[in-house]
């Protein structure tokens, strides 16, 4: 998308755009699996990061340090409520898992409402949690012939020293109660560059 268009969307997502988009943004942002990329594409405008367009290899690169970064994003559904969980349905083998480790990954875990609007935003070292030794038990079933994706939730990251950069509390309705303790505990207060990313962010109303 250009930058307008992503503005827009972006906008959106926290809350602060009723333009005359919004009906087609609600619905882009409602189409389920189909909607990964766009958000993976907000959030690294929420966060002042450059969006990798190609769809293969890193979901972006942080700026100024053009560390690589990975995005993750779970919606609320009447059978899921939020709780910090993410899967990394490209991680099936120890030499990706590998892969995945050297880069040294900067990762960003994200929760949505079924309308598309951001409810959380975290940030962390992917190499300094959990996330790594749950997925390498994963990947062993994996290659033992079980099948499936490697999978995590906040108990991989949480006891990490995580950043909380975006919180909607009025949405706690639709997170389960040990993951709502766990952003609690953390005084919510976006960081300057994250306020004076929005500060720019203009919306085409």
Not at 37 to 57: M, P, S, V
Not at 118 to 133: A, C, G, R, S
Request: charged share 25%; with cysteine.
């Amino acid at each position: 998308m250009d930058a307008q268009v992503t503005n827009n969307y972006t906008l959106y997502v926290i809350g602060e755009y009723d333009g005359i988009h919004k009906p087609y943004i609600e619905k882009h942002l409602s189409s389920g699996s189909s909607s990964g990329t766009i958000k993976e594409e907000i959030i690294c405008n929420l966060i002042g990061a450059n969006h990798n367009t190609k769809g293969t290899g890193f979901d972006g690169w942080t700026i100024p340090e053009l560390r690589p970064l990975e995005v993750k994003a779970e919606t609320y559904n009447k059978d899921s409520k939020l709780n910090g969980g993410a899967a990394f349905g490209s991680i099936i083998s120890h030499k990706k898992l590998s892969e995945f480790l050297k880069a040294d990954q900067v990762y960003y875990g994200s929760g949505w409402t079924e309308d598309g609007l951001l409810v959380y935003l975290i940030e962390v070292d992917f190499n300094k949690t959990e996330m790594q030794t749950q997925i390498y038990e994963h990947v062993n079933n994996i290659v033992a012939g079980s099948g499936g994706v490697p999978k995590i939730t906040y108990k991989c990251w949480k006891d990490s020293d995580f950043k909380l950069l975006y919180y909607r509390p009025e949405y706690e309705h639709l997170m389960t109660g040990p993951f709502i303790k766990v952003l609690q505990q953390k005084n919510y207060l976006a960081s300057p560059s994250f306020k004076s990313i929005l500060d720019k962010i203009e919306g085409d109303f």
